[in-house]
Every structure is written in C-alpha cells, then in structure tokens.
C-alpha cells in the first residue's frame, strides 16, 4: 500500500438510502410529501432563463433571505440559508459546538448529529429517551458544550411543548440551544416565539418536507444577528457559492405562499390523525406524532420481516438496525389513496 | 460574553465579492463565461417538473456521472460530482490530505488551498513561482502529503504541459497530485490521457467556466475507481444529499453537446488572442494566458487604481490585494463587443 493510500480518511462504509424507482410504488420511506410544492414553484421553474446560468449565484441569498424574513416576521440579518438542512446544521455544529464539554442530544434522534460530531471532533453525550420514547428536559439540565434536538423528534414524531423547550433554555443560559424543525409545520410548536427572549436559540427548518421541495435543497436557521453573522462569516470562508440560481429562486416562490403550506400540512395532518385510527384498530402502537410520519411497532409482528413484506409488495417504509428501536417501523404520511393501500396490504399480512 | 459566544468558531472575517448589479455593467471579474449554456439546458430547464421536486434527489447523481463518464471516454465510477468544484476540491482534501507532511501548492493560485488547508488541519508548504510567475515543477520533488495546483494556474493563466506534469508524478509516486482543470478548455492540455498511467492522479473540473453553468454548482472529479470511491465513502458518510434536480438534469444536458463547449471555447479562445494583441500594443504586459482570463500589468499605471477607474466606468475585473501581484489585473474575456468597450476606456485612461 503506497503512502497515499494510506492517507484515505477512514469513514465508517456508508451506502446511501434506498433510492426505489417502480412505477407502481408506495414511496412512504423518507418523509417527503405527496403533494406537489406550491404552484408559483413551478411558474418560477418553467420560467428559468438559461442565460441567467452563465453566471454566479448570490452568494448571499438575499433575494430568497428576504423572502424568509418575510414569511417569518424576521429580519433578514436574521436567516441563513444553506443545501438543506443537512448543510444548515452542520455549519451550525462547525460554527458553535467548540467547547470541551460534550453537546447533547437524544440517543435515538437524527442519525447525522454524532456522524457530524465525529467529523468535527466535537464530544458529545447521548441522553436517552425514555421508555415512551420522550425527550425528557431534566436530562439537559447539566453542564454542556451545547444542545440540539429535534420538534417534533425523529424518527419518533413526539413533540416537545414549547414550554418545556423554554425550562431547558432558562436552564441553559451559557449554551446554544439548537431546534430542528424540520417537522415542525405537521402540528409542532415552534420556537419562532422564543428567538426574541432567548440569544442563544437557534432555530433550523426544511423546505424538504412541509414545503415539498426535498429536490430544490434548501434548509435554514433563523436566530439573533450575532449568531447569523458567525454562521456567514463561516460559511463564506470556505465556500462562497453554493446554492444555485435554481434553489434560490424557487425558494422564494416557495416561501412566499403561506396559504399553500397550511393547505398541504392541514391534509397530511388529516391523513395522519385517519391512519393512527385504522392503525391503532389494527393493534399497531406508536407515539402520538406531530410529524408528516408515524413511528409504528406491533406485539405480533417483526418489524424487519414486515419491512421486506412491505418491499416486496413495492410499499417502502423505513427500518432502522438500532437497539431501542429494531421492531419499529417509520412510515411517512402519504396521499389517502397510498394509505388505503397499505392498509389493505396489512389487514392481509396481520390474518396469516 | 456568554460560553456559547466564546465557542463561537473565530475566522479571518470574509466578505464576499463583488456582485454588481448595472443593466449596462461589464462584467469581467470572475471568470463566467459571456456566452450562454448549450441550448440543451435550456430545453431542460424550461421542461422542469415541480412535482418532481418534492423528491430527494438522487444521492449517487447516476444520471449525471454516467454522462460524464460517457463524454470523457472513462467509467462511471470512476467520476465524483459536486456542488462545484469548490465543493469537490474540499472533499478531496478532507479525504486525501491526512498525511503530517505538508502538502505543496503554489504561492500564487486558487485562494481557497490554504482556506481548506486551516479548516481541515492539514499542514501545507507554499512553492513560490518563478520571476515569470511559472509554476517550478522541481520545488515538487521533494517529501510531501500531497500535490494540488490548478493547470491552467489561476490568476495568472500560465499553463504546464503534461510532460511537466508527467516529471512530477514520476517524482511522487507516494502522493496524491491532484490537477485542478477549471480553466483547462481554454487550450491547456488535460491529464485526462496520464489517468491510465497513474493511479496517484486525480483531475478536477468545473461547468462554471467552459460550459457556462456558474449558476448551477456543477463540479467533477475522474480518478481511479479506488480513489473516486474513498471520495464517495466520506461523502455519503456525512451529506448525502447536496446537488439538486435542476443541477443534476442540466448538468447532463450541457456534458453531452461536446460541439457546442468546443465552438464557445474556440471563440472566447479567439477572442483572448485578439485581446492579448491589443493590450500588448498598449503596453500591458501579461504572461500567455491559456485561460478565459488574462493577469496583466502595465509600467505607467497603478492596478489598483487602473481597477477603481475601471469600477466607475461599470467595467468590473478582478485585482488582488497579495503581495507579488498587487500591480496586476485579473481580466475575464468577455464577448467582442465587451471587450471593445475595455479598450476604447483603456485607451482613453492612458492617454490621461
């Protein structure tokens, strides 16, 4: 082995998900939404001038920054933007997670937050959930380098109340509280509120999944000016450019039709509150989530056997090979008609 | 000052560039191209699918690298695409360059080396170029943790031929050297041909400049499929998810009209040839470019102020605030038409 070989950054082998592509299938296995994004999103894209292409994008997002602030009753100064959420929260882990006490965050969470630790060298502490599968605040009463979690959680779709978020800021008044609401339209509370009263709130959301627009790649944090700058004062230093002109237009379409937003969420809620019914009526177990997904466990089933059952029948779903949460099955809210499906599919599966 | 204001990750504060913004603006300061994608893009641009944008897009950008692949007569794994080459680039030193020698690149290049540099930790050694500002193959060959340079070089336009480059993988069996081809379309010669020959060879290019896709973030690396798959490894690892729909479907549009990069590369080609006659016969000096830039000086005029004259008139090149370059001026080729417009001000400036 020659010396450059040997300098490979060792990673952990990771095979992305699975991407299915049948055209008869249910595609129920990474949260996005069964409904188109709003309408001006295509208007702004069969609008796209390839002339404009020739040239950089805004580095600095205004444009779709504005647009944000807007929506949200902030100030431009306010938001930052990035390639999804993904790049949001790992600009703000680089950014602010520089202590040697460990962050915190629940051990059955989004699978990036360690995955972003190890990359930055960051310690961290997981907190588990208890045996409701519920963040439990006391447990982030303690000396820490930071704290993120997600509202609603992941993969367990629980809410936190707002009120509980403000005892683990007051408890928190030295560290940076980070919310991801990614979730968060489907019937969560968010901190948007909290951001006046507290400066070390950052609050991240998604245009992939309440927005329906996970193709576009576009996340954001809204916080103080001061926390803001830090993150674009970060992000500029190694790579000015990289939300393209595509993203950021769309974006603002996107973000400028609230009306749309409510509509879409209010009928995946509606969805979602028919499907625990019909589920529950199955013998199926789940948290009570506020997600656009159910996080669904059965006494007489494997979840694993019932997750292959699913694919094979062209229904994805999502199993996750983790301890606590190995007979669970997340399942993301799709259209009534998909759901229909996949109710047929286990009232047949549940009588062999 | 709060904990969490203390972490906060301390940067050499950035603003980005200049993004000017005047209908009658010449715009010749960060390397676009002035000529518009192939027509393909458009069609595919205009034919965009907002429904298809509530889905992920495709991690592994099959469709893309394939093309890619395709045009540039090498297989499909052994292609890494990116949100630009920036993107690309900081992929490849955060997996290649973990060596405690330092790697080498040149005083004189791309200002984001050293950026990558600090924030991945990687120790670097600067290799000055010569009086002519030409990279010294020699200052090579010598223990290192890696090789980067961009051929063309940029500022200055000055390309290495591939036998230089050869003598420099022949002296570096050990190391990663990795060839930076933004600029390469321009008439340079590629490592394209020395893949087969090395498998310690990695060549980087962009669709921002040649196929004038700035606008999307489109960048590419081909090396062997060994090191093109540790680049995978690390990036799944950690974002799976960064290119979007519209980069992923135009970007495949644009690599397969090969006629239409070689007929916009020829003009802008013209174009410099003529322009480097011109400002010769106006006594600038500059090396022979084989870039879509040209790095002048001129003996009676200050390029700082040269450039400030240039700002007021709506024309917008680049200068550099460096030690051994502060008296030159960074000159993208813009159309026939711009450039006329450059040397009728130029001419009257040193008339003054």
């Given at each position: 082995?020659?010396?450059?070989?040997?300098?490979?950054?060792?990673?952990?082998?990771?095979?992305?998900?699975?991407?299915?592509?049948?055209?008869?299938?249910?595609?129920?296995?990474?949260?996005?939404?069964?409904?188109?994004?709003?309408?001006?999103?295509?208007?702004?894209?069969?609008?796209?001038?390839?002339?404009?292409?020739?040239?950089?994008?805004?580095?600095?997002?205004?444009?779709?920054?504005?647009?944000?602030?807007?929506?949200?009753?902030?100030?431009?100064?306010?938001?930052?933007?990035?390639?999804g959420s993904d790049d949001v929260l790992a600009m703000i882990f680089q950014t602010f997670f520089n202590s040697d006490l460990p962050i915190l965050f629940p051990d059955i969470t989004y699978a990036?937050?360690?995955?972003?630790?190890?990359?930055?060298?960051?310690?961290?502490?997981?907190?588990?959930?208890?045996?409701?599968?519920?963040?439990?605040?006391?447990?982030?009463?303690?000396?820490?380098?930071?704290?993120?979690?997600?509202?609603?959680?992941?993969?367990?779709?629980?809410?936190?109340?707002?009120?509980?978020?403000?005892e683990i800021l007051q408890h928190n008044p030295e560290s940076l509280v980070v919310v991801d609401e990614a979730y968060v339209d489907f019937g969560g509370e968010t901190v948007l509120p909290l951001?006046?009263?507290?400066?070390?709130?950052?609050?991240?959301?998604?245009?992939?999944?309440?927005?329906?627009?996970?193709?576009?790649?576009?996340?954001?944090?809204?916080?103080?000016?001061?926390?803001?700058?830090?993150?674009?004062?970060?992000?500029?230093?190694?790579?000015?450019?990289?939300?393209?002109?595509?993203?950021?237009?769309?974006?603002?379409?996107?973000?400028?039709?609230?009306?749309?937003?409510?509509?879409?969420?209010?009928?995946?809620?509606?969805?979602?509150?028919?499907?625990?019914?019909?589920?529950?009526?199955?013998?199926?177990?789940?948290?009570?989530?506020?997600?656009?997904?159910?996080?669904?466990?059965?006494?007489?089933?494997?979840?694993?056997?019932?997750?292959?059952?699913?694919?094979?029948?062209?229904?994805?779903?999502?199993?996750?090979?983790?301890?606590?949460?190995?007979?669970?099955?997340?399942?993301?809210?799709g259209t009534d008609a998909q759901m229909e499906s996949l109710f047929a599919f286990l009232r047949a599966y549940l009588k062999k």
């Amino acid at each position: 082995m020659k010396r450059f070989q040997q300098n490979i950054r060792k990673v952990v082998p990771y095979v992305p998900g699975d991407q299915p592509d049948f055209p008869d299938m249910i595609k129920l296995n990474t949260n996005e939404n069964p409904y188109p994004p709003a309408p001006e999103v295509q208007e702004v894209l069969a609008k796209s001038n390839a002339e404009q292409m020739r040239l950089y994008p805004d580095p600095t997002a205004h444009q779709l920054n504005a647009a944000i602030a807007e929506a949200y009753g902030v100030e431009e100064a306010q938001v930052f933007t990035g390639v999804g959420s993904d790049d949001v929260l790992a600009m703000i882990f680089q950014t602010f997670f520089n202590s040697d006490l460990p962050i915190l965050f629940p051990d059955i969470t989004y699978a990036f937050y360690p995955v972003w630790c190890d990359l930055f060298r960051i310690p961290y502490e997981v907190q588990p959930l208890n045996e409701k599968l519920e963040i439990v605040p006391e447990d982030y009463y303690k000396p820490n380098g930071g704290i993120v979690f997600p509202n609603p959680n992941a993969p367990t779709g629980i809410a936190l109340p707002s009120a509980a978020i403000e005892e683990i800021l007051q408890h928190n008044p030295e560290s940076l509280v980070v919310v991801d609401e990614a979730y968060v339209d489907f019937g969560g509370e968010t901190v948007l509120p909290l951001l006046k009263k507290y400066e070390n709130l950052i609050m991240v959301q998604t245009f992939s999944k309440s927005r329906a627009m996970a193709g576009e790649r576009i996340g954001f944090a809204i916080g103080s000016v001061e926390l803001i700058k830090a993150l674009h004062d970060v992000k500029y230093s190694f790579n000015s450019y990289t939300m393209n002109r595509s993203a950021l237009d769309a974006g603002t379409a996107a973000v400028q039709n609230a009306a749309y937003l409510q509509e879409t969420t209010a009928r995946i809620v509606k969805t979602r509150e028919h499907t625990k019914q019909v589920l529950a009526e199955m013998g199926f177990r789940f948290p009570d989530s506020k997600s656009n997904f159910l996080f669904v466990t059965h006494p007489d089933c494997d979840a694993h056997e019932l997750f292959e059952a699913l694919r094979e029948a062209h229904i994805f779903v999502r199993w996750f090979d983790s301890p606590r949460i190995r007979n669970y099955l997340r399942i993301t809210i799709g259209t009534d008609a998909q759901m229909e499906s996949l109710f047929a599919f286990l009232r047949a599966y549940l009588k062999k």
